[in-house]
């Protein structure tokens, strides 16, 4: 498919579906007020490479836990379980991001997003800590939100990857080869 579809966040936002009168190749128009929003100027500075100031730093979980581990396609994931995700989805050659902002006006980060099939996945690993419940609570209730497509992963599944990945990511009509 050519061109750009809005999505339901970018109606929220004001952006408005539009079509070339000559070619019929979708595009989205976007009101100046685009040009103000937070999300949208943080996104900006993040593929721009800028770093983020000391405030929006403070008690940010991914400035607490480093990452660490570096993954066979160059990645550097926070735990030995996400390198071991990281590394399955780089050998099934399926393209992959690793801790993307979600499109949304909440400052929430995936641990990975595969655009083909437009699906986050989530590792779920500290489930004994009460903030790290909370914050999983928060997480979820965005996915919820906005409609995203959705894996969970615990650490019965990441020692399993190669029966239990495959089977979920197909649900999003992404197939691992």
């Known amino acids: 498919m050519k061109g750009w579809e809005i999505t339901e966040q970018g109606v929220r ?10 070619s ?15 999300s949208f100027l943080s996104s900006i500075r993040e593929a ?17 836990f ?23 989805l780089y050998m ?15 400052d929430v980060y995936c641990d990975f997003y595969i655009p083909t099939g437009k699906v986050y996945i989530e590792y779920w690993g500290y489930e004994n800590d009460s903030k790290y419940l909370h914050r999983k609570a928060e997480k979820l209730s965005i996915y919820e939100k906005y409609g995203f497509g ?3 992963l615990y650490d019965k599944d990441v020692q399993n990857l190669d029966d239990v990945l495959p089977r979920m990511l197909l649900k999003y009509g992404v197939q691992s080869y």
């Open 13 to 22: 936002v004001g952006g408005v579906q539009d079509e070339d009168s000559k």
């Open 24 to 38: 019929g190749i979708p595009f989205t128009r976007w009101p100046e007020t685009i040009l103000e929003d937070p």
């Open 48 to 64: 721009k490479g800028e770093s983020i100031s000391e405030k929006e730093r403070k008690d940010d979980f991914r400035e607490k």
């Open 66 to 88: 480093k990452a660490q581990h570096r993954t066979a396609d160059g990645h550097f994931v926070r735990s030995k379980a996400e390198m071991l995700i990281d590394n399955w």
């Open 92 to 106: 099934a050659e399926i393209v992959h991001a690793y801790e993307r902002k979600l499109p949304v006006e909440e």
């Open 150 to 152: 959705l894996i969970e």
